[in-house]
């Protein structure tokens, strides 16, 4: 009867640990695939940060505008993330904490391109956050400083819909930053938004799009 009882415990010991291991597998597997393919994420989201507000139409037309400088495997869209400030509940502490979000968004969140104005800029204050564009257009007068890019001298910005647009400029998330460089889908997605700055700081996008704008 004792050596049964021993040989039952030894058995449940043994289905317990089996367990254990499965467990810890499917967690390693988990980070696994986490730290290299990195989460599915549906689409590309541009930021969009201003002082004031962008009408339904405005809106509407930079989505359009940002989708047709994409390039053309663009399969999952284009989604706008708009912050407006200050926050439009108006509530104490609101729009520090809308802020705060806008912050976390560019150091953590899903967009490397972002269209932003000086107002906006200024309160980040962080230059360590955006990608120096002067080495990327050097002498091109729509740069302002080395680390914004204005948009509404270019055709991207003459489309219907954004004649009252003000005065935005295109940045692109510092490439050094760690979650550009936390996978491979992430650099993946950091090279694809800088592929639609391009289209739109030299006017070209993609063939298969009548661009809005283009004399």
Known sequence: MDELQKET????????????VGIVLLVLLG??????????????????AVRGYLSVEQKDALTSQFLGYAPDDADGGINLKVYEFPAAHG???????????????????TADLILLDRYVYDMLGDERLFEDLSALYPGDPALSGNFLYGVNGKP????????????LYLALRSGKLNIVNKNAQN??????????LNNI???TPPSGYVAQGLD
Request: charged share 25%; net charge negative; no cysteine.
């Open 156 to 167: 991207f910005a003459k489309a219907s819909g954004l004649e009252e647009l003000p005065e």
């Open 91 to 109: 509530q104490p502490g609101e729009t520090s904490k809308l802020f705060g979000e806008l912050q976390n968004e560019i150091k953590n969140g």
């Open 201 to 203: 700081a030299f006017s």
């Open 187 to 196: 650099l993946e997605k950091h090279a694809y938004q800088l592929e639609i």
């Open 31 to 48: 980070l696994g695939y986490y730290y290299t393919a990195g989460p599915d994420t549906t689409g590309n989201v541009v930021l969009v």
């Open 9 to 20: 415990k030894i058995r449940g010991k043994r289905h317990l640990g089996m367990i254990v």
